[in-house]
């Protein structure tokens, strides 16, 4: 079955870019009724939506980071990727990949999360 | 935005017991796009409920969920060991997607 594992530096410093990469493993990417999701969570604290996107490369941001947020797709590599820049400490999070189905609108499979610290 | 408010915060409960957790929606929640999540510690949610009220595949028949416009219950029915766990709801009726604050179900 599809499985989602992320990978990036565990620490950043404020004002620099939050890179992080999903590889997607067990099925395609591109196999469509998906949306390639980030999700973050606080310590301590409840889930926020980042974005996602389609294997067609169309996105969708949550307002609230619209701004500061990008997510890309290489199919070529079966990955999806999160870029977070201008990181405060506020942007000190676990974050996660997901896979939304269309027809569910719900999360059905999670990546592990991988914890990111913005500090100097 | 809507937003999800999920009470009780904490709900202390035994092994066989009852769970009944709400999550009240600031609107109302179009085509019932309400889902739940289960999370353990230093895990990531387990997908339980879509719809307001399916199952996902594999979830025990003693997980439940009912409602819809701006009321939704996640039910569980006879409380396992292994079902101690905060407990999410996420709204996709309209953008952007939210979650509420989660829902902390312990062994009392």
């Known amino acids: 079955q599809v499985q989602l594992q992320e990978s990036g530096p565990g620490l950043v410093k404020p004002s620099q870019t939050l890179s992080l990469t999903c590889i997607v493993s067990?099925?395609?990417?591109?196999?469509?009724?998906?949306?390639w999701t980030w999700i973050r969570q606080h310590p301590g604290k409840g889930l926020e939506w980042i974005g996602y996107?389609?294997?067609?490369?169309?996105?969708y941001y949550n307002p609230s980071l619209k701004s500061r947020v990008s997510i890309s797709i290489d199919t070529s590599k079966n990955h999806f990727s999160l870029n977070l820049n201008s990181v405060t400490a506020a942007d000190t999070a676990v974050y996660y990949c997901?896979?939304?189905?269309?027809?569910?609108?719900?999360?059905?499979?999670w990546g592990q999360g991988t914890m990111v610290t913005v500090s100097s | 935005e809507i937003v999800l408010t999920q009470s009780p915060g904490t709900l202390s409960l035994s092994p066989g017991e009852r769970a009944t957790l709400s999550c009240r929606a600031s609107?109302?929640?179009?085509?019932?796009?309400l889902a739940w999540y289960q999370q353990k510690p230093g895990q990531a949610p387990r997908f339980l409920i879509y719809?307001?009220?399916s199952r996902a595949t594999g979830i025990p028949d003693r997980f439940s969920g009912s409602g819809s416009g701006t009321d939704f219950t996640l039910t569980i029915s006879r409380l396992e060991p292994e079902d101690f766990a905060v407990y999410y709801c996420?709204?996709?009726?309209?953008?952007?997607?939210?979650f509420g604050g989660g829902t902390k179900v312990e062994i009392k």
């Open positions: 067990g099925g395609s990417i591109t196999s469509g009724g998906h949306y």
């Open positions: 997901a896979r939304n189905v269309f027809t569910l609108d719900a999360f059905d499979v």
């Open positions: 996420q709204q996709y009726g309209s953008s952007p997607l939210t």
């Open positions: 996107i389609y294997y067609s490369g169309s996105t």
């Open positions: 719809g307001a009220s």
């Open positions: 609107q109302s929640v179009s085509r019932s796009y």
